[in-house]
């Protein structure tokens, strides 16, 4: 496998749909579970424990279901959106969202008392208390982050059944890889999965020194 | 997933071989796996080796075909078959691999090479199918019109209605490709969709885009969907399959077995009554034939 453009094309779609999976995921997901990891309420226990178990989705029940909306014959199917990018981004999303949402509550919760009463104290407002814990417990957020965006762009089972794997239109890395072994090129398989690998790895290097320095400064 | 499998799949073979020829010495002898062209002796396998790999595309496998075959030759020879259903071409991949014992493909041209290189023997014709263009029920194109398959696609592209390619250098695929070269058009914009996945799901893709495809008869029969006929009957759209013993396959015996079955007389029989019952028609044609 050469770099051809029909390469860079995969990637770089790769990297679009999962970014804008991602970042959906966090606009939802770290609000959702500062709040959860703040605020008691009954019913709560639930919600959590619902959340826990959405964290590990199977990609393909998460197709499955999105085809069944977006298909023509589906309620959605109006919006004419299977097989396209956005389906993609919806699958993602919902896989993204649950692992965001339940590790920042996880680190709000670590969190929450020490501060909690400080800024309280100070007479800060709700919106002021979320994005205090928010920054305060951002270490295990970011952490949450890296583990979403791995699971996006390492999944292939949601993809491959609402985008189709179409050249040119929703052809990813992963879908990319099943065609190249299907089609017996096992050698182009596997060094399209050392990009992936290797765009994992850059990804969380830089999540990585990120955490490093927020810890290092609040150590001083 | 697939990568993993298919790359550990030989290792683990080779672990199995090695510790069975470690376990019964006196009946490993190197040379029995030497392939004996054009021969059917019996190898000298030891008597557990009663397992062989079929590598076959996926439209033997989805149509149900081999599942009204295979147990008459399994409960006959107490040869179980295990069958790999991919692609043609990760098929005769696989079968260059020396990774199965016989080949079920229909990709002609793609099977000659594959004899050519020298990497089979005894290749016989087993059956043929019929592919046709299926397209949405109002047909955009107006292919019903159309006396040759040539013509049809020809009006395809001229009216850039959409076409679902299967776009996974398949059986199915290298039929289209060559129609699509015998018309002289270069399919490409947005109304052409490569999806690089199997017939079912193509076809489901075709219906879902209200679009035109080629598809072989029996994935066609097998899930209907909105989509209909548009052209079928012309010479360039029979699709014959070929069986293949691999050369490097280590059960010469259980493998032309396996193609005497096959292409004997109760294999034929049986492939031309398989889906009478159910569409009121045979989907394949018994033709065999030592080529």
């Given at each position: 496998m050469m770099f051809t453009p029909d390469v860079w094309e995969v990637i770089w779609l790769s990297l679009q749909v999962t970014t804008t999976s991602v970042l959906i995921g966090i606009l939802i997901g770290i609000p959702a579970g500062a709040f959860l990891g703040l605020y008691s309420f009954s019913g709560k226990r639930l919600i959590v424990i619902l959340i826990y178990t959405c964290m590990g989705l199977p990609p393909v029940l998460v197709g499955v279901v999105v085809y069944l909306l977006l298909s023509r014959y589906g309620p959605l199917g109006s919006l004419d959106l299977l097989f396209s990018a956005e389906a993609m981004i919806i699958a993602q999303v919902i896989l993204v969202t649950?692992?965001?949402?339940?590790?920042?509550?996880?680190?709000?919760?670590?969190?929450?008392?020490?501060?909690?009463?400080?800024?309280?104290?100070?007479?800060?407002?709700?919106?002021?208390?979320?994005?205090?814990?928010?920054?305060?417990?951002?270490?295990?957020?970011?952490?949450?982050?890296?583990?979403?965006?791995?699971?996006?762009?390492?999944?292939?089972?949601?993809?491959?059944?609402?985008?189709g794997n179409i050249e040119h239109h929703t052809r990813v890395m992963t879908t990319a890889i099943i065609l190249e072994t299907r089609t017996g090129n096992f050698s182009g398989g596997l060094q399209m999965g050392f990009v992936l690998l290797s765009i994992s790895f850059l990804f969380n290097s830089f999540m990585m020194v990120g955490m490093l320095n927020q810890m290092k400064a609040r150590k001083r | 997933m697939k990568i993993r499998f298919s790359l550990i799949y030989p290792f683990f073979l080779a672990l199995v071989l090695m510790l069975l020829s470690a376990c019964s010495p006196q009946s490993s002898q190197p040379g029995s796996a030497t392939p004996t062209p054009e021969s059917t002796t019996p190898a000298t396998a030891s008597k557990e080796a009663k397992e062989i790999v079929l590598a076959t595309t996926t439209s033997t496998q989805d149509s149900g075909l081999l599942d009204s075959l295979l147990p008459v030759f399994e409960q006959?020879?107490?040869?179980?078959?295990?069958?790999?259903?991919?692609?043609?071409?990760?098929?005769?991949?696989?079968?260059?691999?020396?990774?199965?014992?016989?080949?079920?493909?229909?990709?002609?041209?793609s099977e000659d090479e594959f004899m050519e290189k020298g990497f089979g023997i005894n290749a016989y014709d087993v059956m043929y199918n019929q592919f046709y263009i299926v397209g949405p029920s109002d047909d955009p194109?107006?292919?019903?019109?159309?006396?040759?398959?040539?013509?049809?696609?020809?009006?395809?592209?001229?009216?850039?209605?959409?076409?679902?390619?299967?776009?996974?250098?398949?059986?199915?695929?290298?039929?289209?490709?060559s129609i699509w070269k015998e018309a002289g058009i270069t399919p490409e914009g947005s109304w052409y969709l490569s999806s690089g996945q199997g017939m079912g799901e193509t076809l489901q893709m075709a219906d879902e885009k209200k679009a035109y495809t080629l598809t072989d008869e029996a994935t066609f029969l097998s899930r209907k969907l909105g989509l209909q006929i548009v052209m079928q009957g012309d010479k360039s759209l029979l699709n014959?399959?070929?069986?293949?013993?691999?050369?490097?396959?280590?059960?010469?015996?259980?493998?032309?077995?396996?193609?005497?079955?096959?292409?004997?007389?109760?294999?034929?029989?049986?492939?031309?009554?398989?889906?009478?019952?159910?569409y009121g028609k045979g989907l394949f044609v018994p033709d065999a034939k030592k080529r």
């Open positions: 649950p692992i965001i949402t339940g590790l920042t509550m996880a680190a709000v919760q670590a969190k929450e008392n020490a501060y909690w009463e400080t800024a309280k104290s100070l007479g800060a407002s709700p919106f002021q208390l979320m994005v205090t814990i928010i920054k305060e417990a951002r270490g295990g957020i970011w952490s949450g982050i890296a583990a979403a965006y791995g699971r996006a762009i390492s999944e292939v089972g949601a993809v491959m059944l609402v985008g | 006959k020879t107490g040869i179980k078959v295990k069958v790999v259903a991919v692609g043609t071409g990760q098929a005769i991949k696989l079968g260059e691999d020396g990774n199965t014992d016989v080949l079920l493909v229909h990709a002609r041209k194109a107006g292919l019903k019109q159309a006396k040759t398959a040539k013509e049809a696609m020809e009006k395809i592209a001229a009216n850039k209605s959409s076409f679902v390619s299967r776009g996974d250098d398949s059986g199915t695929d290298k039929k289209e490709k014959p399959y070929g069986i293949i013993q691999v050369k490097s396959s280590s059960k010469q015996e259980e493998g032309m077995q396996l193609i005497q079955f096959f292409t004997g007389e109760e294999g034929q029989k049986l492939i031309g009554e398989f889906g009478q019952a159910t």
